[in-house]
DNA sequence: TAGATTGTTAATCGATTAACAATC
DNA sequence: TAGATTGTTAATCGATTAACAATC
């Protein structure tokens, strides 16, 4: 309580995967769970686990563990996911397509609301329940929908200038898709999705 | 020189990004660059980035800083990406599709050379120069062609058994699109992309 | 040369882990 | 009750940063 002290970045980076395991634990009928048994499924340490949720509360009984739904519901919460937050998508090739056609997003708290892209060809296209808009209609339809998140799957050549655009709209949020690093103001987050990235990661253990 | 402690992972994980900031200053002509430049597009401290780069020898000179080819070079030999690893990928739906489709793996080292999936009606299908394989080929075709990274791009239920499957084939470089964390013997390595994921972490910072 | 920048060392900072009293 | 597990503190470990001699 008084907790002033900002809680870190990297704690709350791992409650999204607490919140995975814990989604899991609930398909599969399991009431309780420990910090020990989750910490064993996702390959971190129980104390990591008790500390990290020891930043906003006190959420298991000792002897029994926690409760998963009640745990799973804090998480979400306290991610503000226990809400539906409205996306956009920028480019709308292979990859933004399967972005705009993902069911998953819903059950964690995120729908697609809005496709743009810079080509005529695409624009007035129909997917799913949305129509692809041109680009000058960005910023109209970010801000009448208050869009607060927007997901950038253009080429890396285009990225910066997308998400100067976006920001202007006034998004907060960018998942980048394209393999580059992004400029914000300050207030504004990005975080990067960069398969090649991950996979240059791994093959530096490859033995040739 | 006689290096044998082990290089940290986290230092590992940057070296991609470090690439990607070097690729884009290739095509920008541009011939040197100083880890103070460096740091400022990625937003990483120079130091961090003089540091990072001494676990592997010495590749800048005072006064000038870094040859960017030379050094984009160096990089690709220490992540072994100077070569082309082929991969697989499990689960074609939209976005094994996109996966499949993507043309910008080849410039950083990698090529998807096999898909498969489970469902008989997507077996068989072409996509570009492949041939969509059943779920029964998996083993046989992944050791045909020496395979050793595999992405899994299927349903978070099937994403333990594909990954137990392509371990038994001989695969050692997991990059896992199911938003599900998974089990792999020792030796065995894993990567997640969990798009939600990173979503979550954002909006924990996001004012409702 | 003077200015710039490296590679490296030591200091600082922060994150993880071990241990345990509290208690279900 | 006895066993199990929490939340928390202190100790450990590792990563980042500051500083600077070396030198291009």
Known sequence: ????????????GRLPIYLRALNRMIQENREYTSSHELGERLGISSAQIRKDLSHFGEFGKQGTGYNVRYLYEQLRQILKVDREWLMAVVGIGDL?????????????????????????????ERIGELTVLPMSQLV?????????????????????????????????????????????????????IDPAAHLQHMTYYLTP
């Open 1 to 12: 309580m008084g907790n002033k002290a900002a809680i870190p970045d990297i704690v709350i």
């Open 96 to 124: 933004g397509r399967a972005i705009a056609h993902y069911r998953g997003f819903q059950a964690r708290g995120f729908r697609v609301a809005a496709l743009f892209d810079a080509d005529p060809a695409k624009v007035g």
């Open 140 to 192: 109209e339809e970010i801000t009448r929908q208050n869009i607060r998140i927007a997901m950038i799957a253009v080429p890396a050549s285009e990225a910066q200038s997308v998400a100067d655009k976006l920001v202007e709209a006034g998004v907060q949020a960018l998942l980048n898709y394209a393999p580059i690093t992004i400029t914000v103001p300050p207030g504004v987050r990005v975080q990067y």
